[in-house]
């Protein structure tokens, strides 16, 4: 399952909770207050750098360079 981002306008707090693609839509309950939260799109899904190394460019493939 996939982790996601909340945040409670309520009590203005920031928390993350594991859900089922089928249950995206349903809403969540904060873990202070109770009251609904809603998710928040991360950095990373917005195409956003999360900054260090990984894959870039051309890097972590097997394929000969041409010519």
């Known amino acids: 399952m996939p982790l996601y981002d ?12 594991f859900k089922m693609l089928a249950d995206l839509d349903e809403p969540e309950a904060c873990p202070e207050c109770g009251k609904s ?13 999360l ?3 990984g894959f870039h460019g051309g890097e ?8």
């Open 37 to 49: 939260a809603i998710r928040q799109i991360s950095a990373a899904a917005l195409g956003g750098s």
């Open 60 to 67: 972590g493939h097997n394929c000969a360079p041409s010519g």
């Open 6 to 17: 909340f945040h409670c306008a309520h009590c203005d707090k920031d928390f993350e909770e």
């Open 51 to 53: 900054g260090g190394g």
